[in-house]
């Protein structure tokens, strides 16, 4: 089935550097959410993103739907050790058939 | 305003024996949707129930199926339970759509465990 690439698997940042993760479709996207999981924890849903080259923030955190809709990006400006957890895409393509990225697990290293 | 609630919240099997996990969805949701993630790998979905009738299916066997009642609460049933079972499995509420966006409010998880 039809799969979004999220990379990268892991990211190691020193506290105050910034985090990037992006998710990858081959096919058009009608939606995009992204979701963080604290560990032992479960997804909480942060954004959703529906329009054609959208950008939103919260605070420090950005995040983008390409013009084609076929990509996206979660973007953390000076992370903070409450940052960490696994950030995950989550996506509806044009079947209305629902897909997750594998995630993108954010390390604050001490 | 209760969220989504799910029981039991640990459960220890037997290969072979069947299984049910229940979840509440949040006040005024009226989907639910299931999933399975494994020990650090990301969700997976195994369906969604939305006027008690399964209305989307990952790629998961029959032994998985489930229900979903008049109040909108669901069950998952597995039956002849494998090793590879072992998992998280969550359940998610939301508002039907229609094919419009929507987000997903999470339970904690039901951890299953096969031996």
């Known amino acids: 089935g039809q799969q979004v690439m999220q990379i990268p698997q892991y990211q190691h940042v020193q506290e105050g550097e910034d985090f990037t993760t992006y998710c990858n479709s081959s096919?058009?996207?009608?939606?995009i959410q992204w979701y963080k999981q604290r560990p032992g924890g479960h997804p909480v849903f942060l954004i959703q993103?529906?329009?054609s080259g959208e950008v939103k923030k919260q605070k420090r955190l950005t995040f983008q739907f390409g013009e084609a809709k076929k990509n996206s990006s979660l973007h953390i400006t000076a992370t903070q050790t409450t940052d960490v957890g696994t950030y995950f895409c989550h996506a509806m393509d044009s079947n209305y058939q629902l897909i997750w990225g594998a995630g993108t697990k954010l390390i604050i290293k001490p | 305003d209760a969220g989504v609630t799910q029981s039991p919240t640990h459960l220890i099997k037997t290969r072979g024996q069947q299984v049910t996990l229940r979840c509440s969805p949040k006040?005024?949701?009226?989907?639910v949707s299931w999933y399975q993630q494994a020990l650090g790998q990301g969700p997976q979905f195994i369906f969604q129930?939305?006027?008690?009738?399964?209305?989307q299916r990952g790629n998961f066997p029959d032994r998985f199926s489930g229900h979903q009642f008049p109040n909108y609460s669901s069950e998952l049933n597995v039956n002849a339970l494998l090793l590879g079972d072992s998992a998280l499995y969550l359940c998610a509420s939301s508002l039907k759509g229609g094919g419009r966006a929507y987000e997903q409010y999470f339970g904690p998880g039901t951890r299953l465990t096969v031996t």
């Open positions: 006040s005024g949701h009226d989907t």
């Open positions: 129930y939305y006027e008690e009738e399964e209305r």
């Open positions: 993103l529906v329009k």
């Open positions: 096919t058009t996207l009608s939606n």
